[in-house]
């Protein structure tokens, strides 16, 4: 199965890189642009059936993926 994890700061949590970005948009003149914040996007495959490879990816979230004091994370297992 192949998973998708995607993993943010916590709302609340300052991000710097995200200030960058976002003041490199606005020099650019995309003055629109408001509230950027970066994030992790993390793909890999897992084997076994979909409710297996979702708790498995779960626990690979919690213990490396995302740090759970300062980030959010969801994913997607399919095909």
């Known amino acids: 199965m192949r998973a998708k994890v ?5 709302s609340g949590v300052l991000d710097p890189a995200g200030k960058a ?5 606005h020099t650019l003149g995309f003055e629109e642009a408001h509230d950027v ?3 992790k996007y993390i793909e890999l ?3 076994g059936d ?5 708790g498995r990816v779960d626990d690979m979230c919690r213990k490396l993926l995302a740090n759970g004091v ?3 994370y ?5 095909d």
């Open 6 to 10: 995607y993993v943010t700061l916590k």
């Open 21 to 25: 970005i976002e003041h490199a948009l």
């Open 37 to 39: 914040r970066l994030g």
């Open 45 to 47: 495959r897992v084997d």
């Open 50 to 54: 979909a409710d297996r490879a979702a």
């Open 70 to 72: 300062i980030e959010d």
């Open 74 to 78: 969801r994913f997607e297992v399919g």
